[in-house]
Antibody
Framework: EVQLVESGGGLVQPGRSLRLSCAAS????????MHWVRQAPGKGLEWVSG????????VYADSVKGRFTISRDNAKNSLYLQMNSLRAEDMALYYC??????????????WGQGTLVTVSS | QSALTQPASVSGSPGQSITLSCTGT?????????VSWYQQHPGKAPKLMIY???KRPSGVSNRFSGSKSGNTASLTISGLQAEDEADYYC??????????FGTGTKVTVL
């Protein structure tokens, strides 16, 4: 059974940093691209970032480019999102999602339950 | 990276069929056969319902079907049931390993 478990969310002040983690199990992690998708309270889904199976391709939404860094550790079956210079508009539930493809040319076939990031002074 | 356009809400009576639209551009929906649809119940994670525009994952009811014409994709739910009441999001591959989601449609079963 595929499982994605996010952690690392919490309350953070504007301008500060936070690192999210996603622990994956139930599939061969290093065969697939992975993504972060967020959902602000009461709002829709927003794709944030994606990383290919071997970290050779990394992409970001314009809204987070230059502030967020996605990474993965295939030996630990883990995905990460380093979030710097956080803003109020970054406040959201952050989901880890598995891609159906190795390079991020597919769809999001499995999702975690999300970890909540609250940005407030 | 503008969000795909979906109607804010669609409603129908039990047993009826409803169709949700998802309008993008020639840079996303119109260029790739990689539109997917997700169902999200309140407080739950999204669930994949349709991929590659019209394919259903194992376990998804055949009451759900998808199609695409030009820059617009559609999700049809036939034989509407109370359990179908949820938010639905479309998503399209947008090139260079990026994706764009739709604005979301709230489906209400009357």
């Amino acid at each position: 059974e595929v499982q994605l478990v996010e952690s690392g969310g919490g309350l953070v002040q504007p301008g500060r940093s936070l690192r999210l983690s996603c622990a994956a199990s139930g599939f061969t992690f290093d065969d697939y691209a992975m993504h972060w998708v967020r959902q602000a309270p009461g709002k829709g889904l927003e794709w944030v970032s994606g990383i290919s199976w071997n970290s050779g391709s990394i992409v970001y939404a314009d809204s987070v480019k230059g502030r967020f860094t996605i990474s993965r550790d295939n030996a630990k079956n883990s995905l990460y999102l380093q979030m710097n210079s956080l803003r109020a508009e970054d406040m959201a539930l952050y989901y880890c999602a598995k891609d159906s493809d190795s390079y991020g040319y597919g769809w999001h076939d499995y999702w975690g339950q999300g970890t909540l990031v609250t940005v407030s002074s | 990276q503008s969000a795909l356009t979906q109607p804010a809400s669609v409603s129908g009576s039990p047993g009826q069929s409803i169709t949700l639209s998802c309008t993008g551009t020639s840079s996303d929906v119109g260029s790739y056969n990689l539109v997917s649809w997700y169902q999200q119940h309140p407080g739950k994670a999204p669930k994949l319902m349709i991929y590659e525009g019209s394919k259903r994952p194992s376990g998804v009811s055949n009451r759900f079907s998808g199609s695409k014409s030009g820059n617009t994709a559609s999700l049809t739910i036939s034989g509407l049931q109370a359990e179908d009441e949820a938010d639905y999001y479309c998503c399209s591959y947008a090139g260079s390993s990026t994706y764009v989601f739709g604005t979301g449609t709230k489906v209400t079963v009357l």
